[in-house]
């Protein structure tokens, strides 16, 4: 596809009116003020008319199946939202619920600009089967916990080999499997080894919740004298690429080892700010050179999948915690939103406008009101912009949605089949 006459954020995250850019199967393969010489050699062209080409979002931390719960646990805590409501309701799943759900949320990842999930779950068939079909690329894994049973016996670390044998690199490396160890208070010091082992002898990267809460931060300190950070680190965690989500009560001295070990925080503003967790303190890490992406969390503890919105809420926090209204420049934003999702998912070739990059990409209509008149691209798209003035989604250069229509799902067959899937469970509980 050529994209004629279009504003574009580039590489370095800075705005450029009236570009040229070209895909070729999966690829950027042309950026240029000027037109190409060959212009068909693209196939077909796009009117670049009042719209932005960006870099497709990365969501850095998701629980996609979670979309049936949406709505489901509201204004309670952490813990009383999970025990209360949201385990006694995973109880019930089962793998066309699974699979139904992670498609709407696919959808609904689709139409706000999101290309690919760090996806953290079980019934891993149904969510890849359901992945695959929508197009988009994702880095699942089975969330082990063992609760100090042993490791040999437990079903979740079974499964978690075998996901990886089964699907790690399959859909021409758009399906990728991380190794998860669900969190320190679910897991023993003997599961966390042997997780981190795993991740090691399989060669995949790793993705946990760490210091969601201050219970649990210093119930973890309590129990081993050290940080959940400290107590993964121990147990060889942060031996392969990592990604710790959510990090709101981590120390200094956690954030030393996440620079020294090379660990993405994804950061997840809105969830956390809605389970009244606290918020992410972001402008330090940007300020050790950590890694910080950006997560949604699931739909059921944040509602929405709009990465506009979670966009605009992680810089403000990070202005509010810092209390510096000049923190949080766009383009540390924008990054955190595409390019540092894609690194903590091992896809070095995403996440940019860049030539020989993967066609990963979105159009943002900016005719509307709420983008008029903009004064700053980059920064109009964080505090004005919304998810639904995303107009097109490529992923791969496969376009998957364009003006309202999606090429891979049935929407409204999906709005039934969750509907339903959902009522079938609330009717058993």
Known sequence: MLFKKIGIIDENYEYKADMFVGTEGEHITYISSEAPEDE???????????????????NAHGHSPMSLMRGYGEN?????WLYDRIFPFEDKLYGDAVYWATLMTMAESIRFGIVSTSDMYFFIDDMVRAISEAGTKSNVSRAITNFGAPVEESVS?????????????TESGRILVD?????EYTNDLAMLKAIADMAK??????????????????????????????????????????TAAHCVWVTDSDLDIFKEKGVTVASNPVSNMKLASGMCKVVPMYGKGINVAIGTDSSASNNSLNFFE????????????SMDAAAMKPQ???RSASRAGALSQGRDDCGLIKEGFKADIIAVDVSGPNMCPADDM?????????????????????????????????????????NRAKQKILSSL
């Open 179 to 183: 190794a998860s160890a669900h969190a």
């Open 40 to 58: 068909a050699r693209f196939g077909d062209t796009y009117d670049g008319k009042d719209k932005v080409l960006m870099p497709g979002f990365y």
């Open 332 to 334: 540390q934003v924008l």
């Open 76 to 80: 309670l805590p952490l813990e009383r």
């Open 157 to 169: 670390f079974k499964e978690a080999k075998d996901v990886i044998r089964s699907y790690h690199g």
């Open 310 to 321: 979670e966009m605009k809420i992680f810089s403000l926090t990070g202005k509010v915690t």
């Open 378 to 418: 980059p920064n109009d798209l964080i505090f004005s912009a919304d998810g639904k003035d995303v107009c097109l989604t490529m992923v791969d250069g496969k376009v998957l949605y364009k003006d309202g229509e999606y090429t891979t799902i049935d929407i409204e067959k999906t709005r039934v089949e969750t």
């Open 201 to 242: 002898e399989f060669d995949v990267r790793m993705h946990i919740h760490l210091s969601e809460t201050e219970k649990e931060h210093k119930e973890c300190i309590e129990r081993h004298g050290r940080t959940p950070a400290e107590v993964f680190l121990d147990a060889g965690a942060f031996d392969v690429p990592a």
